[in-house]
């Protein structure tokens, strides 16, 4: 053991002139299944962590099919730093904020065979990756006709983290000798705005002092390398030079990797500069940089609702910012990761103007960026092309405010910057910028994170929260053919008339259920006539409450899984009990089955509702059983029953009406045609009913087969009595059994 040690030890200490020494991190393997994409919440999402001082990672994507003759599908995937991406073609409103440059996307077959993804130099933390099928399938195939193709994804992660990076401190010395790259990491204070580097005492091998002929590349949070860093400078000083490094990251850690054509010895220091930090109970203070502490979180029981405010002892401080012409504020908050980036941020910047400043010439204007990294510090009050920009100007007669939103927002620390500048109108319109003087204005920020878009989704669909794999995500679910991410695209809306169509024939379809049910009840079938009338009302508002309609569209009375369930026992239990209606069996046997048949059906419903087995299996079963009994009539009659007459008019219109609309239902129905060939199939069913349900009964049916044990009982109580008629005196038999009864 000790051997290996130091060869391990030795390997390094050769390498450590070379390639920097590294080891495997992690490996990760997942597994899930994928969906037909047509919202976010059909993604697969994924979540890896990444480790810190990450010298590079594979990322294996691997897609199958079960089963082998199901087609092969086109397989999609997105591929994003610190928060999940946006998906397929969503479109967004103009105020979002949706810059995602970093995604990388990769399309795949579910082939079975492999592709990989190979990161270098990837950045710590999290990493999520979403797939879906991107093309739809609009035959509906009922479940156990066909066979249910499942696709598959497997994903493996696999890094390797560098293990001879060294930490050093902020205003220490420390002399290195390069001839290969060389990289430090070090930690900063929240409100650093810059660190400066000096490099002196250059010296060559033999110890004689030459010009620092020095690259320094620098990155934040990540390892750089000479093709991935924020920052490449170049010191070609004789003596010594100052690097000036502008921060984009205040949390992880700092990174500056040196490198040199030349084998030098030098000594370097780093230092910083900060943003001045503002006590929230003093006053103004007049610095160009002022940065503000982390906004505190206030949390809500509701998931992904979190409003920023800073709260001090307990107590809310609500001041607002107070913004002049040569300052510019910084407030930056926290987005945790997987606590606010499923949903989405909204930042809303009001400006608290005081309404005589509209009655003078120069016109305020106050401008927000919003930063995913620390903005530059300068004096340059406009927005950089990666930041999202706000703004209010004092001369609008409308409410002074602006917003952003940010949906699934990356995690990390974000940073609004706050400035304000002045200008005139002339005549034509022209903008002039004049000096603010002593003028100031009063601004206030408004933060909060929430599912979808502040709760809602524009009015034109319901804000949905999933469990995708270890993710919660919300997603707005659209009606009426609105889509987009918050409801906002009508390009598919449907129109209002033929919505209305969809609800008309998908509900008065049922009144189909009408004669069925009086036939049953003129043919005394009691249970039958109820079962129809059961199917009948939940069917016809279940189908007024399901659907993509709008909600003008919709009529809901209660939750629409319990309508859905209803829906489903209704119209299996329809066919169970006509088709036990149908047998001869005796009337105890038949009141089992007829409570049996709805416990069994139920218990299926709940196990796949929408397989075609849950009408394949109790129609079999009823047909076993009425062949079963008409068998055992016809040998006892010695002739078939029933009459071919029933089974001319009766019995085979009513399996050609079933089987017709059992066809519709297998093999015709997909999203276009739905609302008709499903209200056919309504029309159908209720029609068989009429066709198969048995006439009225001759007699009551004896409880329990025979009637001959009544029969003795009867005929020796009336030869206890001298008075009674004989037995053999009654004409009609069928009389005395149904006395018996």
Not at 232 to 249: A, G, H, S, W
Not at 385 to 410: C, F, M
């Amino acid at each position: 053991m000790m051997l290996l040690r130091k060869t391990l030890i030795t390997i390094c200490l050769l390498l450590y002139s070379f390639p920097l020494c590294f080891s495997v991190s992690s490996i990760l393997y997942e597994t899930g299944y994928l969906q037909e994409y047509s919202s976010f919440r059909n993604v697969l999402p994924y979540m890896y962590s990444m480790p810190q001082d990450a010298k590079n990672a594979r990322i294996t994507f691997r897609s199958s099919h079960v089963p082998d003759s199901c087609d092969t599908r086109k397989v999609q995937i997105q591929l994003q730093y610190g928060s999940l991406p946006l998906g397929k073609n969503e479109t967004f409103p103009v105020n979002y904020y949706l810059d995602r440059g970093d995604v990388q996307e990769v399309n795949i077959q579910s082939d079975n065979k492999t592709t990989h993804v190979d990161l270098t130099r990837p950045l710590p933390g999290d990493w999520f990756a979403i797939a879906y099928i991107p093309d739809k399938d609009t035959k509906l195939r009922p479940k156990g006709l066909f066979a249910t193709c499942y696709y598959r994804l497997n994903v493996e992660l696999t890094s390797t983290v560098l293990s001879n990076i060294d930490s050093i401190h902020l205003y220490h010395n420390y002399q290195v000798r390069i001839s290969k790259p060389v990289i430090y990491r070090f930690n900063i204070l929240e409100t650093t705005s810059a660190y400066h580097v000096l490099v002196s005492g250059c010296t060559n091998a033999t110890g004689i002092p030459v010009s620092c002929l020095v690259d320094l590349i620098t990155r934040g949070q990540g390892v750089p390398d000479i093709n991935h860093y924020d920052n490449k400078f170049i010191c070609n000083d004789t003596d010594q030079c100052i690097i000036t490094v502008p921060v984009l990251y205040q949390y992880g850690h700092q990174y500056v990797m040196f490198t040199s054509s030349d084998d030098i010895t030098f000594t370097f220091n780093i230092s910083t500069s900060k943003c001045e930090s503002q006590d929230l109970t003093s006053s103004m203070l007049n610095d160009s940089c002022i940065m503000y502490p982390l906004m505190d979180r206030q949390e809500s029981q509701t998931v992904f609702k979190t409003k920023y405010m800073y709260i001090r002892n307990g107590t809310i401080v609500d001041k607002p910012y107070i913004l002049s012409e040569n300052s510019t504020l910084i407030v930056p908050y926290e987005i945790k990761s997987g606590i606010d980036n499923g949903g989405s941020v909204v930042l809303k910047v009001i400006v608290l103007a005081d309404p005589k400043v509209k009655d003078v010439d120069v016109k305020i204007l106050v401008r927000a960026c919003l930063h995913r990294t620390m903005p530059e510090r300068s004096g340059n009050s406009e927005c950089p092309p990666s930041a999202a920009q706000l703004s209010v100007n004092s001369s609008t007669s409308v409410v002074l405010q602006d917003s952003v939103i940010v949906p699934y927002p990356k995690a990390g620390t974000w940073f609004t910057t706050l400035s304000m500048s002045c200008f005139i109108s002339d005549t034509n319109t022209s903008v002039i910028a004049v000096s603010c003087g002593n003028r100031t204005v009063n601004v206030s920020l408004d933060i909060q994170s929430d599912r979808c878009v502040e709760g809602r989704c524009n009015d034109k669909g319901s804000c949905a929260v999933y469990l995708q794999g270890r993710l919660l995500v919300s997603t707005c679910v659209c009606q009426g053919g609105w889509s987009g991410y918050a409801c906002n695209d009508g390009s598919d809306l449907i129109p209002g008339h033929e919505q209305l169509t969809e609800l008309i024939l998908l509900t008065v379809s049922h009144v189909m259920f009408i004669p069925a049910v009086i036939l049953a009840l003129y043919r005394t079938h009691y249970v039958e006539a109820f079962v129809y009338f059961y199917t009948m009302f939940f069917s016809a508002f279940y189908h007024a409450c399901d659907g993509g309609r709008s909600d003008e569209y919709k009529y809901c009375i209660i939750n629409l899984s319990v309508l859905s369930f209803c829906d489903f026992l209704g119209s299996v239990t329809s066919i169970w009990v006509t088709l036990i209606a149908m047998t001869k069996l005796p009337r105890t046997i038949r009141s089992v089955l007829y409570t049996a048949g709805p416990l069994l059906i139920a218990m299926g419903i709940e196990l796949e509702r929408t397989s075609l087995y849950m009408f394949v299996v109790p129609g079999a079963l009823g047909a076993l059983f009425i062949a079963i009994s008409w068998a055992r009539k016809c040998y006892g009659r010695r002739k078939c029953y029933p009459p071919c007459k029933r089974y001319l008019l009766c019995l085979l219109p009513g399996l050609l009406i079933a089987g017709g609309g059992l066809c519709i239902f297998a093999f015709a129905e997909n999203n276009q045609n739905y609302k008709y060939t499903h209200s056919v199939w309504h029309m159908l069913m209720a029609t068989c009913t009429m066709f198969l349900l048995p006439p009225k009964p001759k007699k009551r049916e004896p409880l329990f087969g025979s009637n001959e044990g009544g029969r003795q009982c009867l005929s020796s109580c009336l030869a206890d009595d001298p008075n009674s008629t004989p037995l053999t005196s009654f004409r009609d038999t069928e009389s005395l059994e149904n006395l018996i009864i």
